[in-house]
């Protein structure tokens, strides 16, 4: 299996071969645009049988070893079972089987209309960032020793990226994390899971700006190749592309579990901000998962939702970025949209580039096809299945406290807003999957206002946020951020 860049500068660039494990450690390809690889591979109706009796573990070997071919078998193979275990997911709630590790729960069924929510949350940060987080600090540790070398991880999150990658990495050999937030704009469990970790290679930086101001540095940092060589600096954000194939696995398992034969289809919601998670879903649809509909649910930042009504892209300014009760979809570039972009564009790297320059001059583009857009391909959008909508605070509130009086579950608010966007799109005979964001209890400053309690907190996270906090706060300067990447990392 080869890769090539979203962005490639020339048709040799695009044709360079280069393998899973030579863009495990990296992010973004030295011309700026992000990895995919040269053709999906496609899944049969008798793999997906067979799959139906596999574990969670031996799912996600299946699966990876279409997308890692220069990984040995046997290695892949002990890299999902380290991984993938009762021990690791263990917080499940009652009634849900912590070996199942995403187990479904049927929600509402209205006569042939069926919602069903799969848990994604039962990881070490209980959230679903800790699906592929896991399996990627393996695969880091992995082969930094195969190759005796080091690696520095410089990410941004905008809540729960920040502390999958920190637990994930923390005491892993030959490995740094330097992690950037915005600053006070993330709840109170969110930071203090991040900023209580005292480990030595973990490096909290708290940027004065939104997320969106996080991820340009992460960028602008990736984009100076002489630096990024010298520092040896990776990422973990899902412009990580092993990140995102990891997250594929959780779509079939979803479709496994919810289905009987292979004829029948579902569709997703996914709480979505910078697009990497519902992307695996367009990954897992493209080679061959019976998927009808994939629905993108925003809040108050509404950018992806406006594309897949209107097929304009605009971007917000840090100054039009809500803060928001859902703070992990508080983001108003979608880094990972470039993938669909580029499936939708058919795979022409020059027009990709010229859009996302354009983002970068104009902020933003129009495939609407209307006088004076930059081209039609929004007409294209309905054969990938994407359809969208969007919630609000007022929303979230009232589904956490319906969710919690009709079915007794206490759902935190991005995963409210995944189910009030997908009760608008629910099809007759088409089981309509909600993918959960996290544990409520990460988010019970509105847990409380909507049901006037306090969320349910597991074993070991009573009082988290009264531990200690190691953390600095910067602008969002790239120069400053260089300068402490070096000081720390001695090179």
């Known amino acids: 299996m080869h890769y090539v860049s979203t962005r490639a500068a020339s048709a ?291 950018v992806l939702d406006e594309f897949f009504r209107t097929g304009v892209y605009r971007v917000r300014k840090a100054s039009e970025t809500y803060h928001t009760s859902s703070p992990s979809m508080d983001i108003s570039k979608a880094s990972n949209f470039e993938r669909f972009v580029y499936d939708l564009v058919g795979r022409d790297a020059n027009r990709v580039r010229a859009l996302f320059q354009k983002v970068e001059t104009d902020g933003g583009f129009d495939l609407s096809g209307e006088p004076g857009s930059d081209g039609d391909e929004f007409r294209l959008v309905a054969n990938y299945g994407f359809v969208s909508g969007s919630s609000n605070h007022a929303n979230r509130v009232d589904t956490i406290r319906e969710v919690l009086d009709d079915y007794g579950i206490t759902i935190d608010t991005h995963t409210a807003d995944g189910i009030k966007v997908a009760r608008e799109h629910i099809a007759a005979g088409v089981p309509m999957i909600v993918l959960e964001t996290a544990l409520a209890a990460k988010f019970n400053e509105t847990i409380l206002e909507a049901v006037g309690m306090d969320a349910e907190r597991p074993a070991g996270f009573e009082d988290i946020e009264s531990l200690p906090q190691k953390f600095i706060v910067m602008p969002p300067d790239v120069a400053k951020m260089k300068a402490y990447i070096a000081e720390h990392t001695g090179l």
């Open 12 to 302: 040799a660039a695009s044709q360079a071969p280069r393998q899973f494990s030579d863009i495990l450690l990296g992010g973004l390809a030295p011309d700026g645009g992000l990895y995919l690889p040269s053709e999906y591979p496609q899944v049969t109706s008798g793999e997906l049988d067979a799959w139906r009796k596999l574990s969670y573990a031996d799912l996600a070997y299946e699966i990876l070893k279409k997308f890692a071919t220069d990984i040995p078998d046997a290695d892949l193979k002990a890299l999902t079972t380290k991984t993938y275990t009762a021990n690791v997911y263990r917080n499940a709630r009652d009634g849900e089987a912590a070996k199942d590790i995403t187990p479904l729960r049927v929600l509402e069924q209205d006569g042939d209309k069926t919602l069903v929510l799969q848990a994604l949350s039962n990881g070490p940060t209980l959230a679903f960032k800790d699906m592929a987080m896991q399996l990627l600090g393996n695969l880091f540790e992995y082969t930094l020793a195969r190759n005796n070398a080091e690696l520095n991880i410089f990410g941004a999150t905008s809540g729960d990226t920040g502390s999958a990658a920190e637990y994930a990495m923390r005491g892993k050999r030959g490995i740094r994390v330097f992690m950037l937030s915005p600053h006070k704009k993330m709840s109170a469990f969110q930071t203090a899971q991040m900023f209580s970790l005292q480990d030595p290679n973990i490096f909290n930086v708290a940027v004065e700006g939104v997320f969106d101001d996080c991820q340009d540095m992460v960028k602008a940092v990736s984009n100076d190749l002489d630096f990024k060589a010298r520092q040896k600096i990776g990422t973990v954000n899902s412009i990580n592309w092993a990140r995102v194939v990891a997250q594929v696995v959780y779509y079939f398992r979803g479709y496994l579990a919810a289905t009987t034969s292979n004829e029948q289809k579902v569709s997703f919601t996914v709480p979505s901000g910078n697009f990497g998670n519902i992307c695996a879903g367009h990954i897992a649809r493209m080679m061959g998962l019976p998927i009808d509909k994939l629905v993108v649910a925003t809040n108050e930042n509404n």
